[in-house]
């Protein structure tokens, strides 16, 4: 750095530590209280704009792959009337994982940029990889976003069928967590996992 950018990064860092000749101390904190809040608004507001269904679909990879595919689930449409968008399933509720899971959305964005799976090929030749990376957030939280609908203490034993209570109850002295048994719930599967199942 030479020495023009030195002096001038020197005044700069100088003219932020003075205190203020013309505005009072409250004066300045009450502006910046709100600017912290019309920021915070913002920041929010856009945060939750990313979360509604129209954002998640305004692509046509989600379009017409797996928002096709989720219409045809119960999470979709069902008796109760019930229905749960993208982010209920794949954006956590609190705040510090919600951030977390955006900034790891980066790469799918990334993928929409850079043509990955800009086609409906090129997205079945990444299914795979793409499911298998949710699959494993999804049992790292512990199913955390199934479990904002679904809980199994919540279970009723008179209420469920048999052999699906069961299988429940089993699941939680198991350890299991929700991904362990419904993969492919709301998307169709990949043809490679279809492949391993049969194999087995």
Not at 54 to 70: A, L, P, S, T
Not at 116 to 129: L, N, S
């Amino acid at each position: 750095m030479n020495q023009y950018n030195q002096g001038a990064l020197r005044r700069c860092w100088g003219a932020l530590r003075r205190p203020s000749v013309k505005y009072s101390l409250l004066t300045l904190l009450v502006a910046g209280f709100f600017s912290g809040i019309l920021f915070w608004g913002g920041f929010n507001t856009a945060m939750e704009a990313t979360n509604t269904m129209e954002f998640c679909i305004g692509c046509h990879e989600m379009r017409d792959n797996v928002y096709v595919e989720y219409k045809e689930t119960i999470h979709y449409k069902n008796r109760s009337g019930v229905r749960a968008v993208c982010s209920d399933c794949h954006v956590p509720r609190d705040w510090t994982h919600k951030i977390i899971r955006k900034i790891k959305a980066s790469k799918e964005v990334w993928g929409k940029i850079t043509g990955v799976i800009d086609t409906k090929e090129k997205f079945e030749g990444h299914r795979m990889e793409m499911a298998s990376r949710e699959w494993e957030r999804m049992k790292s939280s512990d199913s955390r976003e199934c479990r904002n609908c679904h809980n199994f203490d919540a279970m009723s034993e008179e209420l469920q069928r048999k052999t699906p209570y069961k299988k429940h109850m089993a699941a939680k002295a198991e350890g299991k967590t929700c991904i362990d048994c419904h993969k492919g719930i709301a998307h169709r599967l990949p043809a490679e996992f279809e492949e391993d199942e049969e194999e087995e």
